[in-house]
């Protein structure tokens, strides 16, 4: 998938979470659901870290581009020491380590550990990135004639003001995790949502994606798992533009709604 409609699921996607807490007796605060939402967004772009020309790259310069330069090498890497005989040979590591589910649990709990042990501060920092992210994602037409700095304006002035929401009595910080110090451990789960729908969306694309590694399949151990062929689609295709994102519209929609007891 192109990095709008993994934006788009990841929003859909918490969206959907805010939904199942409501309909399970215990709704989300509209600024969770929000923040939430905005961070699943962001976080969806992430495992494209492994791609020096993903929306991933362009977002914060020159410093995104070195670290993307920089996990691209590191996924190689992690590619060739682990390959077994029947994988193929490969000539950069996109795809690789960070399209994984050990990737998206690991950089989940690395967010919450650094909210929670940051305090404020971090947690500012984890919003101003996925908020970025989100802009490039969500408004890319938007981001794409704008200046950089213009979007990281808005990234800093949006992770302000939820900051200040959620900190507020009532904003919904501690709506998970009670206990002082770890209101923010929730902060962890809408980054590895993120993630984790973005390998779902690349499996159903015809390269597949090796989510499930480092688990050996078919004798492979970065088998690229997805449905059937004649299932999968083409990224950047009509069917990934002209159906999937507007379901991921329609479906984020509805589970916002049912989120906040509208309907």
Known sequence: MMGPAHSLSGAAAWLGVGA???????????????AGALICAGAALAPDLDHRSATISRAFGPLSRWVCEVVDRLSYAVYKATRTRTDPRRSGGHRTLTHTALWAVAIGVGGS?????????????LLFVHL??????????AARVSSDVLVWLLGAAGAWIL????????????????????????LGLPIVLGALVHDVG???????????????????????????????????GWVEVRVLMP?????????????????
């Open 20 to 34: 199942a807490a409501t309909a399970a007796g215990h709704p989300m605060p509209w600024p969770v659901l929000v």
């Open 113 to 125: 550990a650094l909210a929670v042990a940051g305090g404020r501060w971090a947690v500012l920092g």
């Open 132 to 141: 970025v992210l989100a802009v490039e994602g969500l408004l890319w037409r």
């Open 163 to 186: 900051a200040g929401v959620l900190d507020r009595p009532g904003g919904g910080a501690g709506w998970l995790f009670e206990a002082p110090g770890q209101e923010y451990l929730w």
């Open 202 to 236: 690349d499996a159903l694309t015809v390269s597949g994606c090796p989510v499930l590694w480092p688990l050996p399949i078919g004798g492979k151990r970065w088998y690229p798992v997805g449905p059937p062929k004649a299932l999968r689609f083409r990224a950047g």
């Open 247 to 263: 379901l991921f519209t329609v479906l984020g929609g509805y589970g916002g709604l049912v989120a906040l007891r509208v309907i």
